[in-house]
């Protein structure tokens, strides 16, 4: 019995059983390119009867490739070691860097052109306005007394470095209780006071406190109007208060006081700079940071008993005068008042100027230098006075023992006489 199958070589065997005869294989029989798999004898029995190819795929048909959620997930130990490898990597380039620059130090970028010098005012040389004050600073204080009224305030200069500080009578007047004085770094020491001279409105007190530092003095009969001032001192207790001026005016004669109070004469040195309550008794220095006078007193709009402020109106005591009281005071405790030896009246009738002298003290000053009763005094060493206090202001600011020139007219011819001025006996 058979299946119909024979395994021998194809075309040369029978075909299978009620089949039509097989077609010739490709390439004819015997080829060795013979590729009919239905006659193989070595094909398996129970494989399908076709091979099938798949078909090339026609673009644009292909189904949507699906990815993987999880894979596209970076793991935790990616998101370690990435950053741990950047900053790794950072710090050795920095550290490459920097060990680069160090050696050489030519291989650093230079930032920026060349360098520009800075403007004349902003070098602050010694002998600009910012050199000045910062010298000076360290000498100035703020003097604090308990009155009546409460604590008044005033300013203050170190004149030696044992302690004596110079300031204004007005500041210290009336007080009920010892000062203190506040220097420029903020420390406080008790002070007290040594004497004072109200028809000056000079006052010296002292402290004791180490490493003091005096101011530099300069010569009052030295400056010009127009010369660079600075005022410096505790207005309105803003204390190490610095403003800028110019002399506006020399021998400006002052007759000041309070009611009731002495009557203060001075021919003052007049400035523009920023003086306010509070100003008092500090130091008025020049250009070259030299105290050349007190700060005393303002000129105001207010009425009388308001309270003032600065219209560009200050008047300062000449340091040569302010000295002689210091050291009078402190030699004495007391100061001499300089005189003429007259008593003066009105100004000269009919002449527009001069302040006629209404007696003359025998064997005073006036009286040795010849000069009488009804005189008319014109001018003092060239400066004119017209009221008598020009002339009291001018006198006093000169040292017991001065000689000066004094310009008289007698009737109606002028003559001139030198007078040697004398201390007053009080």
Request: charged share 15%; proline share 9%; glycine share 14%.
């Amino acid at each position: 019995m058979t299946d119909g199958w024979d395994w021998r070589q194809p075309g040369t065997g029978a075909t299978a059983a009620g089949s039509s005869s097989a077609p010739p294989p490709p390439g004819g029989p015997g080829s060795p390119w013979w590729s009919d798999a239905l006659a193989d004898p070595w094909r398996d029995p129970t494989a399908p009867a076709a091979v099938v190819v798949p078909a090339a795929p026609v673009p644009g048909t292909e189904p949507e490739p699906i990815t993987d959620p999880d894979s596209a997930r970076p793991r935790l130990r990616h998101l370690l070691i990435i950053p741990l490898v950047t900053a790794l990597l950072a710090g050795a380039l920095g550290g490459a860097l920097g060990y680069a620059f160090a050696i050489r130090g030519d291989a650093a970028p230079v930032l920026g052109g060349a360098p520009i010098q800075p403007p004349e005012l902003a070098q602050r040389r010694p002998e600009s306005l910012a050199g000045v004050a910062e010298r000076v600073l360290p000498s100035v204080v703020t003097v604090r007394v308990a009155g009546p009224d409460g604590t008044s305030e005033g300013s203050g200069f170190i004149a030696t470095t044992d302690g004596y500080v110079i300031t204004n009578d007005h500041v210290v007047a009336g007080a009920t209780g010892p000062a203190t004085v506040v220097f420029n770094d903020g420390s406080a020491a008790p002070a007290t006071l040594v004497g004072q001279d109200p028809e000056s409105d000079i006052a010296v007190i002292k402290v004791t406190k180490e490493g003091l530092r005096p101011v530099a003095f300069g010569d009052s009969e030295a400056l010009a109007v127009g010369d660079p001032v600075l005022a410096i001192g505790s207005p309105l207790s803003l204390a190490n208060t610095v403003t800028a001026g110019i002399i506006s005016a020399l021998d400006r004669t002052m007759q000041a006081g309070e009611p009731g109070g002495p009557t203060r004469y001075y021919a003052a040195i007049q400035t523009d700079a920023a003086v306010n309550h509070g100003n008092s008794g500090g130091p008025l220095v020049d250009g070259a940071g030299r105290v050349i006078g007190v700060n005393s007193t303002i000129k105001s709009l207010v009425a009388e008993g308001q309270e003032a402020g600065n219209i560009g109106l200050a008047f300062a005591i000449p340091i040569n005068q302010a000295k002689r009281i210091t050291q009078d005071i402190i030699g004495t405790g007391k100061a001499r008042r300089t005189v003429i030896g007259a008593q003066v009246g009105g100004g000269g009738v009919g002449a527009g100027v001069g302040v006629r002298l209404v007696s003359v003290e025998p064997s005073g000053p006036a009286a040795s230098a010849g000069l009488r009763g009804n005189d008319v005094i014109v001018t003092l060493n060239g400066r004119p006075t017209n009221e008598p206090t020009d002339l009291i202001a001018l006198v006093r600011k000169f040292a017991p023992g001065s000689v000066v020139v004094v310009e008289y007219r007698r009737g109606t011819s002028r003559r001139n006489a030198s007078v040697t001025l004398a201390a007053d006996v009080k």
